[in-house]
């Protein structure tokens, strides 16, 4: 048995905040919290830090570089190559603090075969339509209901869907959806059936309402793009909060000289916000969800950014953190071992400079990372 503790100056145990700055980890799991360190044990002091739950990125792609362009670099990638590129984008997350991620869209199940000490849940190749967005990641399909048993038999532990088109994929619709109401039903159903939850890709406003109607458990984006802009109707908010439809904000932009997000995003982004400032305001389960790897401002490890983005939308720090890992991990189906610090948890445990309860800018200075009960990075 090998003990070790962690103490800082604060704590975030992935709920509230404990008086006593102290996390003792049995190799690797969380043994005690907010406890006086037991005699002889060794301990890891971090003076100035807050100690908190390793953080959840509830959509990443792994098998995106965040280069410029992201889809290239890919095809040119052999199996190999993709998983040594996805390897370094593990390692960019946990070196920002993020120990868990749900990848929603590899190629050919890539995120399955790759070894790392990142938790990954994986979604496989997005379902797509033929031709549709993300088509080149291999999950094209007419037969929606053995694609959700192909990625239920692989071991896939989400079923994502793209609902609509998408920015990626050029001569996709972002205005329409992609299936049927029949199509999408199939998919909420198959998938449940085998235990699975469904996440939507949507960003056109009819793929909003017809996702909601299909009984997804979460919609990525949900821009509500018209013809004419954003609309957002009453009773769609409504029974996104009603459904407690996980809202994926894919919030999180790193400016970075020379790289901006695309005209039409660009166009919308004061409307975007507002829409989740006004989901918040309502009550809806809204969570980070980065998408990191689809571009340079969207670079592996911005979940922190992302949620320092969501406190400027009108959540408050407190619950900013709970929605980077308690909500985040319960949201990825992994609640009972991730996001929260207490006895029997996961030793997943990020240590940042300064107090994120009364600067959430303290989240992008992580000065130490604990994955499964080891020390991975410490930056002083
Ligand atoms: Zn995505």
Do not use: N, W
Request: aromatic share 2%; proline share 7%; net charge negative.
């Amino acid at each position: 048995m090998t003990l070790t503790a962690l103490r800082a100056d604060r704590l975030f145990d992935g709920v509230t905040c404990l008086d006593e700055p102290t996390v003792l980890l049995d190799d690797g799991r969380v043994a005690a919290v907010g406890e006086p360190v037991p005699a002889g044990v060794e301990v890891l002091d971090l003076p100035g830090a807050t100690l908190l739950p390793g953080l959840v990125d509830t959509h990443v792609h792994l098998a995106f570089d965040a280069g410029a362009d992201p889809v290239a670099a890919l095809a040119a990638r052999d199996p190999e190559a993709e998983l040594a590129a996805m390897a370094d984008a593990a390692q960019a997350q946990l070196r920002a603090g993020v120990t868990t991620v749900r990848d929603l869209g590899d190629r050919d199940y890539s995120a399955l075969r790759l070894a790392t000490d990142l938790t990954v849940v994986a979604a496989g190749p997005p379902i797509t339509s033929v031709g549709g967005h993300c088509h080149y990641l291999g999950g094209e399909t007419t037969d929606v209901r053995a694609a959700v048993r192909e990625r239920a038999d692989r071991g896939c532990a989400v079923i994502k869907v793209m609902a609509s088109g998408g920015g990626l994929t050029p001569g996709t619709d972002v205005l329409a959806p992609q299936f049927t109401d029949a199509e999408l039903a199939a998919v909420v159903d198959e998938a449940h059936r085998h235990g699975l939850p469904v996440t939507a890709h949507a960003h056109a406003l009819a793929a909003v309402a017809q996702a909601v109607r299909a009984g997804v458990d979460g919609i990525e984006h949900a821009s509500f793009l018209t013809a004419d802009g954003v609309e957002v109707p009453d009773e769609l908010v409504a029974a996104i909060v009603r459904q407690r439809v996980v809202i994926g904000a894919t919030l999180g932009i790193v400016p970075v000289p020379g790289a901006m997000p695309p005209p039409h995003v660009l166009r919308h982004l004061p409307a975007f916000r507002a829409t989740l400032a006004r989901l918040i305001a309502e009550g809806a389960v809204v969570v980070a969800g980065t998408d990191a790897g689809i571009g340079p401002v969207k670079p592996h490890g911005v979940l922190p950014r992302a949620l320092v983005e969501l406190v400027g939308l009108g959540m408050s720090p407190l619950d900013a953190l709970r929605t980077g890992t308690t909500t985040a991990a319960r949201v990825v189906g992994l609640g009972d071992r991730k996001g929260r610090l207490a006895p029997g948890y996961d030793a997943d445990l990020l240590a940042v400079a300064g107090d994120p309860v009364a600067d959430p800018a303290a989240l992008l200075e992580p000065v130490a990372v604990v994955v499964g009960g080891r020390v991975s990075e410490v930056a002083r």
